[in-house]
């Protein structure tokens, strides 16, 4: 599975880009425009600095945001790790269908990743993980 996969970011819920954004930027990182995704209710920022990984940041919107569950109990804190892979539906089935993950839905097109499709998918001895389809 994860020989195909290129990591692509880890993903860090938090009640507030700002807050969570100021000692990474001091810290040499550079912060892309807040985007707003109301499909899954969250705004996003990734903070990207040259040798280091990509961090994304969500912060829900509202009470029906995707995240808000996770906030609550975990509080600010990294919830998954994203893979870039070649081919997002057949990368699905095999997880799905031979490895045993759950998908939170069926690969959608992510605003904040230029309209690339992405999907969310869990698995107990993993946890949460997210792809993005390379094109």
Known sequence: MLSSFRFHHIGYVTDSIAN??????RAGYQATPVIDDEIQR???CFLTKDGMPRVELIEPIDEQSSVNKILKKNGVAPYHVCYEVDDINATVDELVDVQGYIPLFRPVEAIALDNK?????????????????KD
């Open 20 to 25: 969570t954004s100021a000692p990474y930027v």
């Open 42 to 44: 969250v705004k996003i």
């Open 117 to 133: 499709l992405i999907c969310y998918l869990y698995k107990k001895e993993v946890g949460f993980i997210e792809l993005v389809n």
